[in-house]
């Protein structure tokens, strides 16, 4: 029997990797699309993706290529993690950010729409474009009101997802992410950065970290979560959107203190405020209600946030140590 195939853009990613480990272990054959050259993107990967995974380079800009790839490889599913991140960035190259975020999620659907509507879709989208919300916690109710050319990009992606599923009846749908980290973020994200440089000031190779306000407050879940939650939205018997969160706030500072409980150590000893690396504070808390995911999906996140914390600090000390 021919195995289920599954494609995803952004595999090199945290999201990516995550989801192509889902996939692998539930016995899809997992086509990854690249930017660059698949052998170089290949050396980016977990060793438990690395070398069951198929990557094939494509073009975000090119719809006759995004077509050939479709057409060639016939996906069940397709999950698209690629694109700029949240984080710093997000008011960086904002007519980058809005093609790739934005309108090449038009492409790829109306490639699908051309080659094979059968073809199951999931976007994977930010609770970015709640950021000018007037309510907390936000649900799929809530009215999207980016504040940054990242989040308009995601919510012009969105919008597309549901015309696309309304009028021309694809199994398009997108999932509402709010923060989700794990020890493949990249250390431009608060998290990471913190359980990196504590391994670093463990290991006597640095003195301080030097961080903004300790005391903004994230809903911050495990990757490897939130990615199982998309799978689970293509399983579903209908597409709907849905929001992927906690639906718990932790400060910096207690993510800081958390880590350093870890080793053993004190937090304030080693964290300092910076007031050169603050962002502009949000007009109202991000914290997500997935009440529906949980009703409809039977989704619940598995791993807590001391776990969370846990895992990073380990995974950085392990990598040091190496």
Not at 220 to 234: I, N, T, Y
Not at 281 to 302: C, D, F, M, Y
Request: aromatic fraction near 10%.
């Amino acid at each position: 029997m021919a195995l289920r195939t599954a494609l995803i853009a952004g595999i090199t990613g945290q999201d990516g990797s995550y989801l192509a480990e889902l996939l692998l272990a539930r016995g899809y054959r997992v086509i990854g699309v690249v930017r660059r050259d698949p052998g170089e993107a290949r050396r980016s990967l977990p060793s438990e993706v690395a070398g069951r995974a198929e990557l094939v380079a494509w073009d975000m800009y090119d719809a006759s290529r995004i077509a050939q790839i479709l057409d060639e490889y016939r996906p069940a599913e397709f999950y698209n993690c690629a694109g700029y991140s949240s984080g710093a960035g997000m008011y960086d190259e904002p007519l980058a950010i809005g093609e790739v975020n934005g309108i090449a999620v038009a492409r790829v659907l109306e490639a699908i729409r051309g080659v094979d509507a059968e073809i199951r879709f999931c976007q994977a989208s930010s609770s970015e474009i709640f950021a000018n919300a007037s309510e907390s916690p936000q649900s799929e109710a809530t009215p999207v009101s980016p504040r940054s050319p990242y989040g308009a990009a995601k919510a012009y992606a969105d919008f597309m997802v549901q015309i696309y599923r309304e009028r021309h009846g694809l199994f398009a749908c997108s999932a509402i992410l709010f923060n989700h980290e794990s020890p493949r973020r990249s250390t431009a994200f608060v998290t990471r950065k913190i359980t990196h440089e504590l391994a670093r000031i463990r290991r006597g190779l640095a003195a301080e970290i030097r961080l903004g306000n300790l005391s903004a407050r994230r809903d911050w879940g495990f990757a490897g979560d939130h990615v199982r939650a998309m799978w689970l939205m293509l399983q579903q018997p209908s597409p709907e959107d849905f929001v992927v969160s906690t639906g718990e706030t932790h400060s910096v500072r207690e993510f800081c203190e958390c880590a350093f409980m870890q080793v053993g150590m004190d937090y304030r000893e080693y964290v300092k405020e910076d007031a050169d690396a603050y962002r502009r504070a949000e007009t109202i808390q991000l914290v997500g209600n997935s009440a529906k995911a949980h009703r409809l999906l039977g989704w619940k996140p598995e791993k807590g946030f001391r776990d969370l914390v846990k895992m990073m600090v380990d995974a950085d000390l392990r990598m040091l140590a190496a």
